[in-house]
């Protein structure tokens, strides 16, 4: 699946103009207000964008409308949002090493609404030509479309058919259009997480039903609902065999008294969650500590089979005590290897971690209502990492 190398936003909130290279492993650090929360805010608009066609307007009304997610600075300039998305490891097109998605979101004169100016997918050029080879095209009321499944030939159409409200990517919805087809699979595929709060560790403590969705791969719900119909699956499935091993080893790990999860089954297909200790004792989640729960749901998300194209985790630490940070950590660090995983967090004991490196620190400083991403220079790290950790070294004002 399609993987995001590089992003650049301009006018969104205070991401003024922003320019960022991806690692697989991404650890924003910064004060409160920063714009941490933007980004991530960012990664969800897109998710939401493209997997429901009204999901970009349910977003932004929900957020207060365009001239709440315009940077402050325009509102008056009539300054358009721009999005550029940069991927990589593409399946859909042969000899295609990346492929870019741009996005222009404009505001309308009146009732503090938008309407998508530009949206465009396309690829270096082929060689002997200098421009991009567009796939798709949708420009103030025009739409150009190449139909790969049609031996390459380019459609036009009215953009009156369409929404421009919407994301054509999440509008069109046809096996023709591959390479449009990865692009939406992939961002629609991008999930966002600031732990379990209140909400989803009320549904951890209740039976839950075992049906999981029919499709394919594992997919664990922001607010829990689906926890125990995951894991039943990781448990009883042998496909995935070796994650269930993996999500044992990593609560073993955390809790030297763990001994195994138990998912005796209610009445209706419903199932509950049991702890069951070295000793045989079993307590049902609603007995364990938010931060056991809490904890649980990483391990779950991060020890997936086949996890999301991309994971953005919102202060993972919360409700964690800081000696099961380096645990956390390994998690993340093995979890990028297989998807682009951001994290936004202020613990330094995280920051410190052996699997953390310096390159996966991106630092969020906010200047003049805008926020500046940077990575720290390594050879400038150096002497300092032989007697420091990156926790020391962030609180001591050495990052950022």
């Known amino acids: ?152 030939d380019q459609n036009e159409a009215e953009l009156e058919d369409y929404s421009d409200q919407a994301l054509m990517i999440g509008q069109l919805r046809t096996s023709r259009y591959r390479v449009i087809n990865e692009i939406r699979e992939a961002i629609g595929d991008w999930v966002s997480f600031r732990g379990f709060g209140e909400d989803a560790l009320q549904n951890i403590y209740a039976a839950q039903s075992l049906t999981m969705d029919a499709q394919r791969p594992l997919r664990l719900k922001t607010d829990g609902s689906n926890l125990i119909a995951v894991l039943s699956a990781l448990k009883e499935n042998g496909d995935y065999a070796d994650a269930y091993e993996q999500l044992t080893e990593a609560l073993s790990a955390a809790f030297g008294d763990f001994k195994a999860l138990q998912l005796p089954s209610r009445s209706y297909g419903n199932a509950e969650l049991e702890w069951r200790f070295q000793n045989n004792w079993q307590f049902p989640a609603g007995l364990l500590s938010d931060g056991t729960l809490r904890f649980l749901g990483l391990a779950v998300l991060l020890n997936l089979p086949d996890p999301p194209a991309l994971i953005a985790l919102d202060e993972p630490e919360i409700g964690l005590h800081p000696e099961m940070l380096p645990l956390l950590a390994e998690m993340l660090k093995a979890t990028s290897r297989r998807s682009t995983v951001f994290v936004a967090t202020h613990s330094p004991e995280l920051l410190s971690a052996e699997a953390i490196e310096s390159g996966d620190v991106v630092t969020v400083e906010k200047e003049a209502y805008e926020t500046r991403l940077e990575r720290p220079q390594a050879e400038r790290l150096r002497l300092w990492l032989e007697r420091y950790t990156l926790g020391n070294l962030w609180m001591m004002g050495k990052l950022g």
């Open 1 to 152: 699946m399609a993987r995001l190398k590089r992003l650049k936003v301009e006018n969104y909130k205070s991401l003024r103009d922003v320019d960022l290279k991806l690692r697989p492993l991404n650890i924003l650090i910064g004060k409160n207000g920063s714009g941490k929360s933007n980004l991530m805010g960012l990664m969800r608009l897109l998710a939401n964008a493209v997997r429901d066609p009204k999901g970009l307007s349910d977003t932004i009304n929900y957020e207060g409308g365009f001239r709440a997610i315009i940077w402050r600075g325009g509102q008056d300039k009539n300054e358009s949002i721009t999005i550029q998305l940069e991927f990589d490891q593409i399946t859909s097109v042969p000899n295609t090493d990346k492929l870019y998605y741009e996005i222009q979101i404009a505001p309308q004169a009146k009732n503090n609404a938008y309407y998508i100016s530009k949206e465009e997918l396309s690829r270096d050029p082929y060689e002997g030509h200098s421009n991009r080879y567009i796939f798709l095209g949708a420009y103030d009321g025009q739409l150009k479309i190449l139909n790969l499944g049609k031996g390459q």
